[in-house]
């Protein structure tokens, strides 16, 4: 019944920008912290960015100052705005709704390159 679909991911040059958006269903979207996740094959699964229920917004050091973190619940949809990226940034993002009662549900990922 839940779903978390993401869209945005893509090839971009180094200094370049994208835009996540991952689109809830089927669940109580404002009742949710949401956040994004990326992964490597040499990493682990890291936390990128999150969001509160009440809007207060979180960042691993290595993004702060050039990612974004949104979410409009109007539209259920939360959002990563990405600026000034990097080769290291190469990831598969997935996104996460988190809620203490309500459970955890993950998205499908989806790919960001920064190559030139």
């Known amino acids: 019944q839940v779903q978390l679909v993401e869209s945005g991911g893509g090839l971009v040059q180094p200094g370049g920008s994208l835009r996540l958006s991952c689109s809830a269903s089927g669940m109580m979207f404002s009742g949710y912290a949401m956040g994004w996740y990326r992964q490597t094959p040499e990493k682990q699964r890291e936390l990128v960015a999150i969001?509160?229920?009440?809007?207060?917004?979180d960042y691993a050091d290595s993004v702060k100052g050039r990612f974004a973190i949104s979410r409009d619940n109007a539209k259920n949809t939360v959002y990563l705005q990405m600026n000034s990226l990097r080769p290291e940034d190469t990831a598969v993002y997935y996104c996460?709704?988190?809620?203490?009662?309500?459970?955890?549900?993950w998205g499908q990922g989806t790919q960001v390159t920064v190559s030139s």
């Open positions: 996460r709704g988190s809620s203490t009662l309500l459970g955890n549900y």
């Open positions: 969001i509160t229920t009440s809007g207060n917004t």
